[in-house]
C-alpha cells in the first residue's frame, strides 16, 4: 500500500512509513542471515540514530559509512563497530579525528592507494586499537578501487605501515541501470574480482576474514561462498530509482516528500511545494522524470526548480485539488536525507515520531 500521508503537516516534510520501513530492514536481514552473509548496512542513506538501532537490533554485525564525519555520530551514540568504506586522505585534521575515533570504537577503514595507506599507518601509529583494514577493488564501476592484480602491493604497504589488512572491499555501482541482466552481471563481476584479490593477499600470507561487497540492486543475485559481508544502503527506504530498476515495488517504499499543491495553472499540469531543495536533483538516465508520485502513477515530475516541481498529467488524468498534500517518492534518497534536518515517521496515516537526521552534513 502507497505511504499514507497524516494531516496537518507543514510541507515539504520527509514522512517515513515505519511499518514498510521495518519490513524492509527485517527482510534484508532474513536474506543476509539465509544466504550467509554478515550484514553491514550503508548508514549513508538514513544516517539516522534509529534507524541504525533497528538494523543492529535484527542482526546486522555494525554499520558502514562514508566520512569520518558519519561514523563520528554513530560512535557518539553508541554504535561500536563501524567501518569508512570509503579511501580517505587523511589531512591534518582528519589525522585528529580518525586517532580518536580508533580509541572508541572498533574501526575498519578502506584504503586503495600505497599513499593512503602509508598516510593512514601515520595517523594510527600507536592507537589504543587496532583498525582493520580493507583494500577496496574497482569491480567494473570505475570509480575508486585497484584492480585485483594490484591488491598485493597496496596490502603489502599497509602492512609495512603497521596496519592489519582483513580483507576486500568492493562497490558494484554497474549494477545500477535499465537493464535488469546489469544487476546479475555486476554481482559476478564483484565476486571473481574480490576471489582475485583475495588469492593474491593470501598468497603474501594475509588471513582474507572479510570479502565485503553488495549494493541494493544487486540485493538476491549473491551466491554463498564468494562474498561473505554484505554493505546495502538504499533499501531500508527504496526509492523511484529503485522502483524504475525493477528492485523493489510500490509497496516497498518507505520515504515520500510530503508536497502541497500550490498552483494548477492548467489541466495538464500542476505544481508542488518541494524542488530540489528537498528531493535532490540526482536523475538516472533510465528514470523518468524528477521523482515518482504514488498517488498519480501516470504523471511525470517533469521539472524541477530549487522550490517547485512542475508534474505534468497525461490527456484526461485529473490531477489533484489546490491546496492538496500528496507524496513524492525521491529518484534518489540519499540526497533528500541529507537535505532534512528531521524525518516525521508515521504509522497508519498517523505521527508516531520524528526522527532528527543526526548525521545530516557529515560530510567530511
Ligand atoms: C562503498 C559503498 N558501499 C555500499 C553502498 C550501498 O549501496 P546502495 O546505495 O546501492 O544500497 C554504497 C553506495 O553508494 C557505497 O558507495
Request: glycine share 12%; net charge negative.
Given at each position: 500500500?502507497a505511504?499514507?500521508l497524516?494531516g496537518?503537516?507543514?510541507?515539504p516534510?520527509?514522512?517515513?512509513d ?7 530492514i527485517s527482510?534484508?536481514?532474513?536474506r543476509?542471515?539465509s544466504g550467509?552473509f554478515?550484514?553491514r ?9 534509529q ?7 535484527v542482526g546486522?554485525?555494525?554499520?558502514s559509512?562514508?566520512?569520518i564525519g ?11 563497530d563501524?567501518?569508512i568504506?570509503y579511501p580517505l ?7 585528529q ?7 572508541e570504537?572498533?574501526?575498519r577503514?578502506?584504503v ?6 602509508q598516510?593512514?599507518g601515520e ?17 567494473g ?15 603489502k ?28 552481471r ?6 571473481r574480482?574480490?576471489a582475485?584479490?583475495a ?11 572479510v ?8 540485493v538476491?543475485?549473491w ?5 561473505n559481508?554484505?554493505?546495502p544502503g538504499?533499501?531500508?527506504f ?14 516497498d517504499?518507505a ?17 508542488l511545494?518541494?524542488g ?6 540526482d536523475?538516472?538516465p533510465?528514470?523518468t ?12 515530475v517533469?521539472?524541477l526548480?530549487e522550490?517547485h516541481?512542475?508534474?505534468?498529467l497525461?490527456?484526461g488524468?485529473r490531477?489533484p ?20 534536518d528531521e524525518?516525521?515517521?508515521v504509522r ?16 567530511t
Amino acid at each position: 500500500m502507497a505511504i499514507q500521508l497524516p494531516g496537518g503537516l507543514d510541507t515539504p516534510a520527509l514522512v517515513v512509513d515505519s511499518d514498510v520501513l521495518d519490513r524492509n530492514i527485517s527482510r534484508m536481514a532474513e536474506r543476509s542471515r539465509s544466504g550467509g552473509f554478515a550484514l553491514r548496512p550503508h548508514a549513508k542513506t538514513h544516517k539516522c540514530i534509529q534507524i541504525a538501532d533497528r538494523q543492529l537490533q535484527v542482526g546486522a554485525f555494525g554499520l558502514s559509512v562514508a566520512t569520518i564525519g558519519e561514523a563520528e555520530v554513530f560512535a557518539r551514540n553508541g554504535v561500536d563497530d563501524l567501518f569508512i568504506a570509503y579511501p580517505l586522505w587523511l589531512d591534518a585534521g582528519k589525522v585528529q579525528r580518525i586517532r580518536r575515533l580508533a580509541d572508541e570504537v572498533s574501526l575498519r577503514v578502506g584504503v586503495e592507494s600505497i599513499e593512503g595507506a602509508q598516510r593512514l599507518g601515520e595517523a594510527l601509529r600507536g592507537s589504543a586499537r587496532p583498525v582493520e583494514v580493507l583494500i577496496e577493488i574497482d569491480s567494473g564501476a570505475h570509480r575508486t578501487g585497484v584492480r585485483p592484480h594490484a591488491a598485493a602491493l597496496v596490502g603489502k604497504t599497509v602492512a609495512d605501515a603497521g596496519l592489519d589488512v582483513v580483507g576486500v572491499f568492493t562497490f558494484p555501482g554497474h549494477g545500477y541501470g535499465h537493464d535488469t541482466q546489469a544487476r546479475e552481471r555486476a554481482a559476478r563481476d564483484e565476486e571473481r574480482v574480490l576471489a582475485e584479490a583475495a588469492q593474491e593477499l593470501r598468497s603474501l600470507g594475509f588471513n582474507m576474514r572479510v570479502i565485503s561487497g553488495g549494493s541494493t540492486p544487486t540485493v538476491g543475485q549473491w551466491r554463498q561462498g564468494a562474498v561473505n559481508e554484505l554493505r546495502p544502503g538504499v533499501y531500508v527506504f527504496n526509492d523511484a530509482t529503485q522502483l524504475a530498476m525493477g528492485v523493489c515495488s510500490p509497496d516497498d517504499l518507505a520515504l515520500a516528500a510530503a508536497a502541497t499543491v500550490i498552483s494548477t495553472p492548467a489541466a495538464d499540469r500542476f505544481v508542488l511545494d518541494v524542488g530540489s531543495k528537498t528531493l535532490g536533483s540526482d536523475r538516472s538516465p533510465w528514470v523518468t522524470g524528477h521523482g515518482y508520485l504514488p498517488g498519480f502513477p501516470q504523471a511525470m515530475v517533469s521539472g524541477l526548480w530549487e522550490h517547485h516541481a512542475v508534474v505534468g498529467l497525461p490527456d484526461g488524468v485529473r490531477g489533484p485539488r489546490l491546496g492538496s498534500v500528496i507524496a513524492v517518492v525521491p529518484n534518489h534518497v540519499c540526497t533528500p536525507v541529507n537535505l532534512a534536518d528531521e524525518l516525521v515517521v508515521v504509522r497508519g496515516g498517523e505521527v508516531i515520531d520524528h526522527w532528527p537526521v543526526a548525521a545530516r552534513g557529515a560530510n567530511t
